[in-house]
């Protein structure tokens, strides 16, 4: 197993910026493929970005694209989420998670994720 921990979020006003860290711990983190998800109250937790354990490939919900970067360094164990242009409907718990794959039609799954981290609150205002 390897722990998670997100840091980074926080109040932000429409067409701001904030960048999510996620620090791993426990098991090799550049063994895993890493993505991020977001679940704003009475919704379902929601595929937002992922990234293969060599940075290589990444992929995005349509409803980030070209405003989100994902990215990892794997000497520090950190993952990123870099959030720009954002919007009041980006406003949720931003979690981090770890999969023991790097077959990125399946990383948009919630259920391939074997590690999660504890969330961090992203709130947008507009």
């Known amino acids: 197993q390897v722990q998670l921990v997100e840091s980074g979020g926080g109040l932000a006003q429409a067409g701001g910026s904030l960048r999510l860290s996620c620090v791993g711990s426990?098991?090799?983190?550049?063994?895993?493929?890493m993505g991020w998800f977001r679940q704003a109250p009475g919704k379902e937790r929601e595929f937002v970005s992922a990234?293969?354990?060599?940075?290589?490939?990444?992929y995005y919900a349509d409803s980030v694209k070209g405003r989100f970067t994902i990215s990892r360094d794997n000497a520090k164990n950190t993952g990123y989420l870099q959030m720009n242009s954002l919007k009041p409907e980006d406003t949720a718990v931003y979690h981090c998670?770890?999969?023991?794959?790097?077959?990125?039609?399946?990383?948009?799954?919630?259920?391939?994720?074997?590690?999660w981290g504890q969330g961090t609150q992203v709130t947008v205002s507009s």
């Open positions: 426990g098991r090799t983190f550049s063994n895993y493929s």
């Open positions: 990234i293969t354990w060599s940075g290589h490939a990444t």
């Open positions: 998670a770890a999969a023991a794959t790097q077959n990125m039609a399946v990383l948009t799954s919630p259920y391939r994720y074997d590690n």
